[in-house]
């Protein structure tokens, strides 16, 4: 019999352990081992890991192994990495771990291997991405493009638009790359105001295209594209599309030549090294992407071979779970250390909480007794330290961090990256250790003030550093974070791969609109809050 999470021998185990421990101070695990710092550390794929400044012992490293081993980890990663229907609300396998196999490597969907399928539209991407790049790509009035606008959504957004921004060291300063994701006719309109169509092209980047703020969206372009060229045979030289949906793309009128697919196996939150990279790929060129998926493919192996107590993304994940389920962390902090990586929480955020944030296991029984997902959030340092920081340090809640840094700057600029870097480990020092109130007194402190300036310590972090931002680290970063999910969603026993919460919102928001635009005043049947702010959303907008 399958034991309900909170009755494995494990869990209980660190519960208890839990209660023993929970106490201990950062402070007092450092005396008491002064290797910790060293010990307490890991590295795969170009990433070095040091998880010492967690509220953890040997024991409890064992205990939270000995629970994935309960959940059958091991035996759930197999069956990723094989192509078994593991999403299966949607009984579709999960396998953006193809997206960047070599070529060669076989994996199997439904007895059809589809390595050559991956490769054959990484190629195509390509061919349009050196055009593109070589002004080769010409407008329909003759002119090369030098705008590229991302129209998509969610994952059709957050990906291209965080690599874009991560990788801009390496782009084509050339071209101009801009997003646009939101409904709000606002971000059309400020994301072309200065383009001009005649040098614009168009991706319509979704997955399902039928997405309505990608729809929305791309109509207003296709406007745009035509006020300007006043021709439909213009489309075919602004627009490409992306997508797992020939027919609908087909029906908007792009033609399928200019479609990139990929397929029901790729999660949207893990599409980013899909043809939903397109736009990436134009930016930083075919070689750089394909220096994007080693880095995610050598995370992979690792996460695929290496022993959990070694295995960077299992760490993480079991650290993550540990908070979560028994200090009651609500939140994880992401605090890149690296301008480029503005976009990396946000991206995160979709691929974190859209996958753990469920509230039945797999087999549909209601979780009342653990936490799932925590709340991801972020800002790079150092901005956030001069905005939320205090809190991580002296508010009452938990807030396990991760800090993320790295050897070198790919702007050297005088001593900044030695500042930047300082930061980093002088922040996850004060988190750990503190300030007590003696070491306050101490420096002449009045009694009164000295419990303001106390710093408790003993909140923890996790310390990533790579040599620089490259597109193989980059890779490899996305990487650990997506199989750090897997792990905590294995552990939780839920689906990472569904997103059944969105709808409802949806459906709503499809029965609302014809109640917002009608010219007679609709019978309205919500509970009287909704049926009001309708009232008043319609009187602001002169209707009856
Ligand atoms: O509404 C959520 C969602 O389905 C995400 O999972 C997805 O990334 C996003 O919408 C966009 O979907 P699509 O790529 O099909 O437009």
Known sequence: ???????????????????????????????????????????????????????????????LLALAEECDLRGRIDAMFRGDKINITENRAVLHVALRAPAGQHIDVDGVDVVPDVHAVLDKMAGFARLVRGGQWLGYTGRPIRNVVNIGIGGS?????????????????????????????????????????????????????????????????RAWTLAALHDEAAIARHFVAVSTNAA??????????NMFGFWDWVGGRYSMDSAIGLSTMIAVGPENFHALLAGFHAMD??????????????LLGLLTVWYNGFFDAQTVAVLPYDQYLKRFPAYLQQLTMESNGKRVTLAGAAIDDY?????????PGTNGQHSFYQLIHQ???????????????????????????????????????????????????????????TFPGNRPSNVILAERLTPEILGALVALYEHSVFVQGAIWDINPFDQWGVELGKALANRITPELTSEAAPELSHDSSTNALIRRYRALRGRA
């Open 395 to 453: 508010g009452v809640k938990l807030i396990p961090c991760d800090f993320i840094g790295f050897g070198h700057s790919l702007n050297p600029l005088g001593n900044h990256h030695d500042l930047l870097m300082s930061n980093v480990f002088a922040q996850a020092e004060a988190l750990a250790f503190g300030k007590s109130t003696e070491q306050v007194l101490a420096e002449g402190t009045p009694a009164w003030l000295a419990p303001h300036r």
């Open 157 to 221: 957004d957050l990906g291209p638009v965080m690599a874009y921004e991560a990788l801009r060291h390496y782009s084509a300063r050339t071209l101009t790359f801009r997003f646009v994701s939101n409904v709000d006719g606002t971000d059309f309109a400020e994301a072309t105001h200065d383009l001009d169509p005649a040098e614009t092209l168009f991706i319509v980047a979704s997955k399902t295209f039928t997405t309505q703020e990608t729809m929305a969206n791309a109509h207003t372009a």
């Open 371 to 379: 936490q799932t997902s925590p709340i991801y959030w972020g800002e």
């Open 1 to 63: 019999m399958t034991h309900p999470l909170t009755q494995r021998p494990a869990w209980q185990a660190l519960a208890a352990h839990f209660d023993q421990i929970h106490q201990v101070h950062l402070r007092t695990l450092f005396a008491d081992d002064p290797q910790r710092g060293q010990r307490l550390t890991a590295e795969a794929a170009g990433l070095f890991l040091d998880y010492s400044k967690h509220r953890i012992t040997d024991e409890t490293l064992r205990l």
């Open 248 to 257: 609908k793309v087909g029906e908007f009128g792009i033609d399928t030549a």
């Open 301 to 314: 192996e690792h996460f695929r071979t290496a022993p959990f107590e070694r295995n960077l993304p299992a």
